[in-house]
């Protein structure tokens, strides 16, 4: 699983902004901590996602 998280580095880092993101908008209270359960969630699925390969 740690070999997946590194080997598709691009969904990981959408993955990680999109944590980052729910965690700006707690601080600067735009969200609950309710709503960052939403993001965290989304965020932990992109990093475990496969990135898509153009094959031609």
Not at 23 to 32: R, S
Request: aromatic share 10%; net charge positive; charged share 20%.
């Amino acid at each position: 699983m740690i070999d997946r998280i590194f080997k598709n580095w691009k969904t990981t880092l959408l993955g990680l902004g999109l944590i980052i993101a729910g965690l700006i908008f707690v601080w600067y209270e735009k969200a609950t901590l309710t709503e960052l359960t939403a993001f965290i969630g989304s965020g932990v699925v992109l990093m475990l996602v496969k990135d898509p390969k153009n094959e031609k």
